[in-house]
């Protein structure tokens, strides 16, 4: 079964400092998609950056990037300039091109320091 | 549009009781998902419709869950008998299946469920 790990349940970064998040994941299929999903307190959950797997290129969007590692199975999300609307937990996503379940990891919840 | 779209936001009530929330998905939306989401965990999957056939449970959705989505609009989630254990935020998503954004999600902003 696929399994999506996140080892940081909290970080903290200064205000327009950069930061990176961790992820990791467990699957035998080559076909797959990736996310990172935000979910501000008492608000909607809501996309951040997704990852088609057979693409090489890392995934960009504004302030939001990814390192996609396939072979180690890796997908960190780097946030740049970080803001306070920043402030969140963020989840890692995996679905198997296969099906349309998508199997989040723990969370990690980020705090930006003014 | 209004985005998706679910009600009760909060809901209370003492074990063994029966509950349902609704969810309104995005109007063209063809999928709707339901997940369930425990303080300090990741949403877990429990099903998901296309239009109005149930193609997917969890085999976290036992027998006291039933989910419908009868005219492939708006879905329910029914919970019978309540447990403590039910206690949840449980989430509703919707998305454009072979569309263009396919493979990603809307969700709601949630019902929580507090069980007592």
């Known amino acids: 079964a696929q399994t999506v790990t996140q080892s940081q349940p909290e970080m903290s970064v200064q205000e327009a400092e950069t930061v990176t998040l961790s992820c990791t994941y467990d699957?035998?299929?080559?076909?797959?998609?990736l996310f990172w999903y935000k979910q501000p307190p008492s608000r909607q959950m809501i996309l951040v950056i997704r990852q088609e797997a057979y693409k090489q290129q890392n995934a960009t969007e504004n302030r939001f990037s990814v390192n996609f590692q396939k072979a180690a199975k890796s997908f960190s999300l780097k946030i740049s300039d970080s803001q306070l609307g920043d402030a969140a937990m963020y989840f890692c996503?995996?679905?198997?091109?296969?099906?349309?379940?998508?199997?989040f990891g723990k969370g990690t919840r980020l705090h930006i320091l003014p | 549009d209004t985005g998706v779209s679910q009600n009760p936001r909060h809901k209370i009530t003492k074990r063994g009781q029966n509950v349902t929330f609704r969810c309104d998905p995005i109007s063209e939306h063809n999928r709707l998902y339901w997940y369930r989401q425990t303080l300090g965990q990741g949403p877990e999957f429990l099903t998901y419709?296309?239009?109005?056939?149930?193609?997917?449970k969890s085999r976290l959705l036992s027998d006291r869950f039933s989910a419908e989505r009868p005219k492939g609009s708006f879905s329910t989630l029914e919970i019978q008998r309540t447990e403590q254990g039910d206690s949840a935020m449980y989430l509703c998503?919707?998305?454009?299946?072979?569309?263009?954004?396919?493979?990603?999600?809307?969700f709601g902003a949630g019902s929580r469920l507090t069980v007592l």
């Open positions: 996503a995996y679905r198997s091109a296969r099906d349309d379940k998508i199997i």
């Open positions: 998503a919707s998305s454009l299946w072979g569309g263009a954004g396919a493979n990603v999600l809307t």
């Open positions: 699957t035998s299929e080559s076909d797959y998609y």
């Open positions: 419709f296309q239009n109005e056939a149930q193609l997917e």
